[in-house]
């Protein structure tokens, strides 16, 4: 007879952190603050620590869990899932993977005129390096790519390469050829006397001019070949900071990459499945992709599933046979049911008439915490991904020191609302580590961003005080 379930005691939390200072490896996470936050509980919006106190969170796993914590109908897709067939090894096929690449393709046809297929990972990264190989395959070897100051790509040795910050490369050299990183256009930031749009096209024609002459060391002129195979780009860059390009950008940019033959890779991981009102953010900016990496968010978070989109010439069967790339979990039958049902949930919820106007809500009460206090640089946002950047007294230089003591402040848990103690969870990026990056739940309510724009308004008062 099996014994009637006995769930693990609890823990105290200066247990286990005496236990994860002692026995965990610290390279595989980062702690914001010392000493570490821990969780025990989450809901929609909220997390709730060991006394009980709730906390707002505004960064929502850094956009993975964007349909909210504890999604009743996305749990229940996975349990629904683990009593039908829980594993099975990745040379068999189950029905949700071949439904969720049908559903992608299908969707990717519409909107790019173009057919394709769906590969598989278990990571972003993952997915990141199997497009570098994708790449690799199709430009017959080419191991130079081009990818923008301030993109993150993640930290594997491939990954790593072609993302811009030095120290994720730093203790371990390079897996190939480290990418040309190119100016991406940052509106806040921009020269004086230089509107948006034309700063816009001051970049595309700086990248433009890599072109003109042998000697720049991209091209060979009496070919028109170009040594570098693709360029990789986040719609809206996300480490970098949550930064919008103009509009005019990308179809700019894209006329230049089309001229010379060099790939558009696009990667979505931290801002596709409706953060931005669309399914790809790539989608308002007007151009075709010629490969889409996506992740995170697939699975609201329940399940380690990534994957990417090419066109057909990029990765039939012909060109890309099987085994080029694998990986046990991939397409596993819990993630792959899981992300079917986002995209089923998606579409009848509506997040692209919804998030638009949360996110404008948004970007209202941030706007008017930037009247409020000069700190606050910047703001703006597209649908659920916005940004608030942090700064001194004169609105433009950056103040990484205040906005490291408001998320010290807000994971403390002591701001006040209806008499109770409560706290925020935040994310930090930027250039300058300098500004609050917000991807909230796209089921957040319009009560719970009214509460954000208060707790926020208490944070970065306090801050200001120490």
Known sequence: MTPDFIPAPVISDAELLADEAKYSSHGDTVHYVNPPKIFRHGEGSWMIDSAGTRFLDLQMWYSAVNFGYGNPRLNDALKRQIDLLPQVASQYLHQTRVELAKAIALDAKAKFGLDGRVHFNVGGSQAIEDSLKLVRNCTHGKSLMFAFEAGYHGRTLGASAITSSYRYRRRYGHFGDRAMFIPFPYPFRRPKGMTPEAYSDDCVHQFARLFESEYNGVLDTKTGEAEYA??????????????????????????????????????????????????????????????????????????????????????SPQVFPPGSTHSTFNSNPLGTAVGLEVLKMGRERGYETSVPQKGAHFLEGLRSLQKRHKEIGDVDGLGLALRAEICTEDGFTPNRALLDRMVDIALAGKLEHAGKKIGLVLDVGGWYKNVITLAPSLEISDQEIDLAIELLDQLITKAKRQ
């Open 230 to 315: 693709a360029f990789y780009a986040e719609p809206i860059q996300g480490t970098g900071g949550y930064v919008i390009p103009p509009r005019n950008f990308f179809r700019d940019l894209k006329k230049v990459l089309d001229q010379y033959g060099i790939l558009l890779v696009v990667d979505e991981i931290q801002m596709g499945f409706w953060r931005t009102g669309k399914l790809w953010a790539i989608e308002h900016f007007g151009v075709t992709p010629d490969i889409l990496v996506f992740g995170k968010a697939l699975t609201n978070g329940l399940n380690p599933l990534s994957g990417l989109w090419a066109r057909e010439e990029i990765i």
